[in-house]
């Protein structure tokens, strides 16, 4: 595809098919995210893909986990709580979109807790990939790595793949750390989902509406 379409064609997917994704692929995906900028090339991403058994595994210990409301509900680094608008307007009119299609009426906590759950099943993704940096590196670290990760998917959908990056895997972070044998040097920073999209599933039909330019940019002349 011409680069402007991939970038308009990317969207977060929340219901994968099971086909796999050929390891070559994946290999091939991740070597040109490499190729994202880092200030003075510290390069500090790091990568653990988990598919067939690792996969399974992660995803039945974490939600085991999740179950018992443990300490670990919030992430290692520090993340504001706190919403005001036009933020929490953007998050509502998203949440409303997406749990509308899919029947989960407001107020459902029980349905809502479950589709959360689906986070820690990489939506039925067959690949999975999880993100760290090293606890040392300073938050201009944590620009780097989401560029790494924008790349990754930009390369994916011009592959074909669909995504959805994941906030959702720095929380319950003791049981990913355990699973995978993460240093407890490094902080565990998102995670996402690689595969193909159901087309046919309700809940991809969501397209997060974008701000016009006015209200996000100021020119100088």
Partial sequence: MEFQDVVRARRSIRAFRSDPVPPEVIRDLLQTACLAPSGTNIQPWKVHVVTGEMRRRLEE????????????????????????????????????DM????????GDEAAGWRQWGRNYSFFDAPVGLIFTIDKELDSMSFLDIGMFMQTFMLAAKDRGLDTCAQGAWNLFWTATRRILSISEDEYIIAGMALGYADAD??????????EPLDRIVTFYN
């Fill in 61 to 96: 210990e974490v939600l085991a986990h999740r179950e018992t409301r443990p300490n670990d509900d919030r992430a290692e680094f520090a993340r504001s709580s706190k919403r005001k608008e036009p933020y929490i307007s953007r998050m509502r009119a998203l949440g409303k």
């Fill in 99 to 106: 749990y509308g299609r899919i029947g989960i009426p407001r």
């Fill in 201 to 210: 599933h309700p809940v991809n039909g969501v397209i997060a509406p974008r």
